[in-house]
């Protein structure tokens, strides 16, 4: 094999796909092919990240998730010679998937967050800079997550779940024992589902754009309250920011550094010292 190339859905060697995952998922196979050419230097054949679907529009989502300017696909081999290197030859290792989330890379942390920089729309990287860091930040994800009968999906790992309002209300009642800062709500929810959490004091929305450019923003938080999405998990594993997490959602370490705190906290659980010692110097 001579090339690597991220399957992300159909027809994509005509530079536009159909169907594929949203943004957090289809980073895993991007990231796995990234290292593996890297260590067996192989050529990259260009990820084909603009796409076409019609889900996002039924649901009536904010963000399509069509990503036609997030990237500026720069990332490898373009035009014919991509479409006759992925239908006419056999030279081409293809990633897909996400099975192993962020273990083919998880100690690359610096490669793949400067790669990655690299090919976003320099307009997205703006616009994230114009987060205030020195705050918290708090992901809601709803969209097409499902809503649980009670907590036990939750807690025994599932995925594509809505986290309980009043789980994050208590993380940030405990935040608030110890700082006053800022707190940021970044969500595909509309203000009348986060209506509890936004008449919080000193608590606001924060929209910057895209989906890429909010990543990124989360990604600079002070700590970072989680959802139970692979969002959450890219936001925090580019951060290697304090990650808290619901009880049985926190899937892997990413984090290097074993002095930054990504756990797990309950609603009885207090903050650890390490996560106090952080809010009291605001």
């Keep these: 094999m001579k090339y690597t190339f991220v399957s992300l859905g159909r027809l994509e060697s005509l530079g536009i796909r159909l169907g594929g995952a949203g943004l957090g998922n289809i980073l895993f196979p991007w990231a796995a092919a990234l290292v593996y050419a890297k260590k067996h230097n192989l050529k990259r054949i260009q990820t ?19 990503y036609m300017d997030l990237f500026t696909e720069r990332d490898g081999i373009s035009g014919f010679k991509k479409f006759w290197l992925l239908n006419f030859t056999n030279k081409v290792e293809k990633f897909s998937g996400m099975e192993q989330l962020f273990q083919p890379f998880v100690k690359n942390h610096e490669y793949v967050k400067e790669e990655l920089l690299k090919i976003i729309n320099p307009y997205h990287i703006t616009e994230s800079s114009k987060f205030d860091g020195n705050s918290i930040a708090i992901h809601i994800r709803m969209g097409d997550f499902a809503v649980p009968d009670n907590e036990d999906a939750l807690r025994n790992g599932y995925w594509n779940y809505r986290l309980p309002m009043k789980w994050y209300i208590s993380i940030i009642q405990k935040i608030r024992k110890h ?15 986060l209506k509890e959490i936004l008449q919080l004091k000193n608590c606001k929305l924060a929209f910057f754009g895209s989906a890429i450019s909010d990543m990124l923003a989360l990604s600079n938080a002070k700590v970072l309250v989680s959802s139970a999405s692979t969002f959450s998990m890219w936001a925090s594993f580019l951060g290697q920011s304090p990650t808290i997490w619901f009880p049985g959602q926190m899937r892997q370490k990413l984090i290097s550094k074993e002095d930054i705190f990504e756990g797990e906290l309950d609603y009885n659980d207090n903050l650890p ?5 952080i809010l009291s110097n605001d």
């Design 273 to 277: 010292e390490s996560l106090v010692k």
């Design 48 to 66: 084909t990240w603009k796409n076409l679907k019609i889900g996002t529009f039924i649901r009536k989502e904010s963000d399509k998730r069509m």
């Design 179 to 193: 700082s006053n800062l800022p707190i940021y709500i970044f969500s595909d929810a509309d203000n009348k589902e």
